[in-house]
């Protein structure tokens, strides 16, 4: 839980949006989603106002609540410069990083489909800097390795996908290179032919899959 | 004709019971009337608390126009009409009326219409707790902090109660202790604690109140007083008042308090007729 909560888009900054909020809800009232909570809590600085919970509900974006905010705490914004924060990936428990199965559910989700979430090599999901921090794919993720953390975080930036790297631990062997074609086909980035056909054993799901039915 | 504080009864009750339905409505994206008691939109029309709108135009040294506005609004409700919020609108002030009659029922002996514990805080009094408000607001203004004074309004609480629950199930556990805090240290003192000496936000809407050249007062003939001096039926229009106040005192510092119920009047009706609701300025001030 960062000690930040995630702010609806359209935010003032920091120490300026706990000054301008009123506390008067129509923020969330104004939510379709109810994706904006009150904070209901006894920390005084914070009871009150507005929040997204992204694991509960995410924000889809339909920026209804700044044209609500009575104060300008929320100002009306288009939904590419909500501003709430952005997304970072946990690649140590990603599906497709640990090569268990291919899961596109995170890019396939986001409100800004193929910007602020592109698929590396075709498979592999990487946050841009166009993430708003809606916090939908954190809430879609089935590893729940996505979070979302508000504007100023410490955040290591992403390194690029080093496909020598993962394919060492990943599934991706040759029986895969049609699953590769057909997505290279479909418009996404070829992956590199870099795959070492002599692995012995794969890791993850399709490794214990292959297992179960082979044995 | 609907006696007054039949039609003020009414009046409470809508509002607190609006304000469950409202806060229902509105997490069933119903959104016409939306907000709360700090600061709601009324088909557009915004309506503030006048000093949550101060603490945030202090803190973030801005005026937002539509909380300024609505602001505004009620300060002039209050010019025109005087605490009319506090005794025909609050729902705090409704639950504490409630409770402080039935505490005044199960001890006849405290306060029940004896002035001994109903004498009006007075100018002095007042004017503690209008600047204790002040300096805090001064306070959260120079410092930039949240406007914390809002954590004290218990009608805000009253539906911000109501709006987490029914947005988020979520129970707003800060208002219901404060509001049962206080609501119990008034059924214990049989006073009316709270509205009189804690609530910051009656201090604007007060104080608009007695500036105002030509704002609703309670208005006292003293000679058409019929009770007379300790006689029988002395305290009326006092055991009338639902803040405890001596309604005698009127052009004498009863502006400091009074919320223009108009209730001592209503008693005073069948007794000369000595305490009545006008506009302007008070002559015996």
Redesign the interface.
């Known amino acids: 839980m960062p000690s930040t909560p995630l702010r609806p888009p359209g935010a003032a900054p920091g120490g300026r949006f706990l000054s301008l909020c009123v506390h008067c809800g129509q923020c969330a009232e104004a939510c379709p989603f109810s994706s904006i909570v009150l904070d209901a809590g006894l920390n005084p600085l914070e009871t009150g106002t507005p929040k997204v919970l992204p694991k509960r509900m995410p924000c889809w974006l339909c920026m209804r609540c700044g044209p609500a905010c009575p104060t300008g705490a929320l100002e009306p914004v288009e939904k590419t410069k909500a501003g709430m924060g952005t997304a970072v990936i946990d690649r140590k428990r990603c599906f497709t990083y640990i090569g268990s199965i291919i899961c596109r559910t995170c890019f396939e989700k986001c409100p800004l489909k193929a910007r602020a979430i592109e698929l590396e090599l075709a498979l592999y999901p990487v946050i841009t800097k166009e993430c708003v921090g809606c916090g939908v794919c954190e809430n879609v993720c089935p590893a729940q390795c996505i979070d979302t953390l508000p504007p100023g975080s410490a955040i290591t930036p992403e390194e690029p996908v080093d496909p020598s790297q993962l394919d060492k631990k990943a599934a991706w062997g040759p029986e895969c290179a049609p699953v590769r074609g057909a997505l290279a086909e479909a418009g996404a980035k070829p992956r590199p032919e870099t795959a070492d056909p002599s692995r012995p054993e794969r890791a993850g799901i399709l490794g214990l899959m292959g297992k179960v039915f082979s044995g | 004709m609907i006696a007054l504080k039949t039609s003020r009864r009414l009046s409470q009750f809508a509002v607190a019971l609006g304000f469950p339905v409202l806060a229902w409505a ?2 069933h ?1 119903w ?1 016409q009337v ?3 008691f ?4 009324f088909y557009g029309l ?1 309506v ?1 608390d006048p000093l ?2 101060l ?2 135009c202090l ?2 040294w ?1 005026a ?1 126009w ?2 300024a506005l ?1 602001g505004a609004v009620t300060l002039a409700i209050a010019l025109v009409l005087g605490t009319v919020f506090c005794s025909w609108a609050c729902p705090f002030g409704l639950l504490s009326e409630l409770v402080h009659g039935f505490s005044r029922r199960q001890r006849p002996d405290a306060g029940g219409g004896a002035a001994v514990s109903s004498r009006p805080m007075g100018a002095p009094g007042w004017r503690r707790k209008g600047a204790a408000t002040l300096a805090g607001a001064g306070m959260i203004g120079g410092l ?5 004074l ?2 004290l309004s218990l009608p ?1 609480w009253y539906s ?1 109660i109501f ?2 629950w029914f ?2 199930h ?5 208002g219901l202790i404060l509001v049962a805090l206080a609501l119990g240290a008034e059924a214990y003192s049989g006073r009316r604690l709270w509205c009189r000496y804690v609530c910051p936000q009656s201090v604007l809407l007060n104080l608009v109140h007695r500036l105002s050249p030509f704002g609703l007062r309670v208005r006292f003939d003293a000679s058409r007083c019929q009770c007379g001096k300790g006689g029988r039926g002395a305290d009326t229009c006092a055991s009338a008042c639902t803040l405890g106040l001596n309604p005698k005192m009127a052009g004498r510092g009863l502006e400091w308090e009074c919320s223009t119920c108009g209730d001592c009047t209503q008693a005073c009706k069948a007794r000369g007729k000595a305490l009545t609701l006008g506009f302007g300025p008070n002559k015996s001030a």
Do not use: C, I, K, W
Not at chain 2, 38 to 41: I, K, R
Not at chain 2, 170 to 174: H, I, K, S, T, W
């Open positions: 509105n997490a994206n959104e939306a907000g709360n700090l600061s709601f939109t915004p503030s949550a709108a603490q945030v803190s973030a801005d937002p539509r909380l609505g930039g902090l949240p406007p914390l809002n954590h805000g911000r709006q987490t947005n988020q979520e129970a707003a556990l800060m």
